[in-house]
């Protein structure tokens, strides 16, 4: 955890509805964290066990025992034990960029109907805390840095920034195989998706004994393919979809060659 004397720890109020919005996300990345070691700490996410494994899609980070200890803190000291409907709090920057985190989880959880029951109102409410938690954490910036120096603040919000991406790819995968927080990077990585697939088809479409046609061509065949991908996950269901990738790829192999095959004729 960073090193901290208090001074640079902001005051604010916190309710007992806010809090458990933070709760639950920081639960989840606490529990996954504990699933994690269990399993021996795998090196690979689950999100890199596909049929073509894509590799180079991100930055998937890397653990920090410090920045787990801050969640674990986090959700331990400032989020529970509440006997009034607030209290008051003085938080870190990267304190507060955990509580954000855990908002962003707890939304993305209720959005995929993984909690029960599902808090009321809660994209208006986690956005609104989200907001008042940004300030703050923006005003313990100004005040770690006046205390603790321009270096020593980006070490530990480079420290955090590599942590967060290790949750997202380690940790916070939900059981439907869609992850808890949205990929900043999702254009990137749809463009990488479509290039691991044009080198499939470059080797595979000849074995079949089909052309491989000109790569813009090809990169809408693609796209028309995934497009039968979903189809499929939507009437058979993410999980089935996930256990029964295999079929899945199949689908959009066939699809892809039965238009070369056309076009041929």
Avoid at 67 to 93: D, I, M, Y
Avoid at 161 to 180: D, H, M
Wanted: glycine residues 4%.
């Amino acid at each position: 955890m960073m090193a901290s004397n208090g001074l640079e720890r902001v005051a604010f109020r916190l309710t007992r509805d806010e809090a458990m919005l933070i709760r639950f996300g920081l639960l989840r990345l606490v529990i996954a964290h504990h699933r994690w070691q269990d399993r021996g700490a795998p090196p690979v996410s689950p999100r890199r066990n596909t049929t073509i494994p894509i590799s180079g899609l991100r930055d998937e980070g890397e653990f920090s025992p410090d920045c787990q200890a801050t969640v674990l803190n986090v959700s331990a000291v400032a989020t529970s034990s509440f006997e009034a409907q607030s209290r008051r709090l003085r938080l870190g920057p990267i304190e507060l960029a955990a509580c954000i985190l855990g908002v962003r989880a707890t939304e993305m959880m209720a959005r995929h109907g993984h909690l029960e029951p599902c808090p009321a109102y809660y994209k208006v409410r986690c956005r609104r805390l989200i907001k008042k938690l940004e300030r703050l954490r923006k005003r313990a910036k100004r005040t770690y840095i006046r205390v603790q120096g321009q270096e020593a603040f980006a070490e530990a919000s480079h420290r955090w920034q590599q942590y967060v991406r290790f949750a997202r790819a380690f940790f916070l995968l939900c059981i439907c195989n869609r992850t808890v927080l949205p990929d900043p990077l999702g254009k990137r990585r749809r463009k990488l998706i479509h290039d691991q697939w044009i080198e499939y088809f470059r080797e595979e479409l000849p074995e079949r004994g089909l052309d491989v046609p000109p790569e813009p061509e090809l990169r809408s065949l693609i796209e028309r393919a995934m497009r039968v991908g979903k189809r499929f996950i939507r009437q058979y269901g993410r999980m089935t979809a996930h256990k029964n990738h295999d079929i899945l790829q199949e689908r959009m192999v066939r699809y892809v060659a039965r238009r070369c095959a056309k076009s041929k004729v």
